[in-house]
């Protein structure tokens, strides 16, 4: 079975000062020794302090986003191999708040995540459902075709994950039953054979939305959730670590 993953998404919060939480989820993790993989994916700002705080921890850094060219004239964007001078080892691509304020298309995400490889850091990919798609029964034909257009076969070469974040589960406090949980993963796992193969049958598929310590066992336990993309949660060490120890 693969390693979990839990990663970490701040958003566009944290400042200096937060650095401190990074430092303490560190040494949470040093004494605990999970069984799963923790990363933290801070804003851009932050990632070469973090990467010190958290360098020779059990802790990986991830970007949020990352362009599909490696340079230019591009204000504002920053690269995958940035990211990985930054010391990041993984990226989130696809996150839904950036395919709906930016308009990235599945096209983009699949571009974005061929960069990340080509980089060497590992893609995790994002798909989910509106509600409005949930409740036209069209949640599992919608992220299946997320999955067709963002995973291109050349990403069988390497490893990757995919998030299943429910757009209306996001930051809401809301999530799906664990059996439309377990439906959209087995679905997920189908689609990702055909697209990757092999590696698309070794993917991590990680759930995301309102994912807090309390739910957090009960998700992790259904069948092919291979750990979660943690948003508001992630934000405090002790949060985030009660999530992580129950992986
Ligand atoms: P949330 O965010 O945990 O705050 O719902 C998850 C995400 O958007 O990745």
């Not at 566009?12 to 993790?29: E, S």
């Not at 598929?205 to 309102?210: D, F, M, R, T, V």
Request: hydrophobic share 50%; glycine share 12%; charged share 15%.
């Amino acid at each position: 079975m693969t390693t979990p993953l839990i990663a970490g998404n701040w958003k566009m919060n944290g400042l200096a000062a937060d650095l401190g939480q990074a430092r303490a989820l560190a040494a949470g993790i040093g004494a605990a020794s999970p069984s799963a993989r923790v990363v933290l994916c801070p804003p851009a700002t932050l990632l070469a302090r973090m990467a010190d705080v958290l360098s020779g921890t059990l802790v990986l850094l991830g970007g949020q986003d990352c362009h599909d060219q490696p340079s230019g004239a591009f204000t504002g964007d920053i690269s995958a191999e940035m990211l990985v001078d930054a010391g990041a080892s993984m990226v989130i691509v696809g996150h839904s708040e950036r395919r709906a304020a930016y308009g990235e298309t599945d096209a983009k995400v699949a571009a974005k995540a061929l960069a990340a490889r080509r980089a060497g850091l590992e893609p995790i990919i994002c798909v989910g459902e509106s509600r409005a798609e949930r409740d036209a029964g069209r949640a599992i034909e919608v992220i299946c075709g997320q999955v067709a257009g963002c995973v291109a076969s050349a990403l069988a070469a390497g490893p990757f994950a995919i998030a299943y974040e429910p757009i209306w589960a996001i930051g809401a406090g809301l999530t799906p039953t664990p059996a439309e949980i377990a439906e959209a993963h087995a679905a997920l796992r189908c689609a990702l054979i055909d697209c990757a193969g092999e590696q698309g049958a070794a993917a991590p598929i990680l759930y995301g939305g309102s994912v807090k310590s309390e739910n957090a066992a009960e998700i992790l336990a259904i069948a092919e959730v291979g750990g979660a993309l943690v948003g508001g949660a992630s934000l405090k060490a002790a949060d985030f670590l009660a999530i992580v120890s129950v992986a």
